[in-house]
């Protein structure tokens, strides 16, 4: 007991001396906390892009015109075996009114056949994909 009643005298007999002490201690563990969770969000985040590299390709004048058919067969030749090109999928843009609607109807229509693999991100389940 006499020595937390020493242990209060002195903390309380110089504030200012105190509350430096007291941040000197705290702004390195906060700093630490800090960066490490910071170093740790940057990773995860380069983790998931890395594992999403897409690379698109278009018609010249408008994403509405497709691509011919046969590039599909030229961009998988490019690397035979599959390591960095996994898959090529073409999407296609579908536009439309429907009678008696005011907003456009905007689609999109894809390679059911490598859709899944192309866009993991999309979770899709075997019934999804199957319909």
Same mark, same amino acid.
Request: glycine share 4%.
């Given at each position: 007991?006499?020595?937390?009643?020493?242990?209060?005298?002195?903390? &309380?007999?110089?504030?200012?001396?105190?509350?430096?002490?007291?941040?000197?201690?705290?702004?390195?563990?906060?700093?630490?906390?800090?960066?490490?969770?910071?170093? @740790? =969000?940057?990773?995860?985040?380069?983790?998931?892009?890395?594992?999403?590299?897409?690379?698109? &390709?278009?018609?010249?004048?408008?994403? $509405?015109? /497709?691509? /011919?058919?046969? !590039?599909?067969?030229?961009?998988?030749?490019? @690397? %035979? &075996?599959?390591?960095?090109?996994?898959?090529?999928?073409?999407?296609?843009? $579908?536009? =439309?009114?429907?009678?008696?609607?005011?907003? /456009?109807?905007?689609?999109?229509?894809?390679?059911?056949?490598?859709?899944?693999?192309? !866009? %993991?991100?999309?979770?899709?389940?075997?019934?999804?994909?199957?319909?």
């Amino acid at each position: 007991m006499l020595r937390l009643i020493y242990l209060y005298k002195n903390l &309380t007999r110089n504030i200012l001396r105190t509350l430096m002490t007291c941040a000197a201690v705290a702004l390195p563990i906060i700093i630490y906390v800090l960066s490490t969770a910071v170093i @740790d =969000g940057l990773n995860q985040f380069l983790d998931n892009s890395a594992k999403q590299l897409r690379l698109v &390709t278009m018609h010249k004048t408008s994403f $509405i015109n /497709p691509l /011919p058919a046969g !590039y599909r067969a030229k961009i998988e030749s490019l @690397d %035979p &075996t599959k390591r960095r090109i996994t898959s090529v999928c073409g999407v296609r843009w $579908i536009g =439309g009114k429907i009678e008696d609607f005011p907003m /456009p109807l905007s689609t999109l229509a894809v390679d059911m056949d490598t859709f899944p693999v192309t !866009y %993991p991100d999309e979770q899709l389940t075997v019934e999804e994909i199957a319909a």
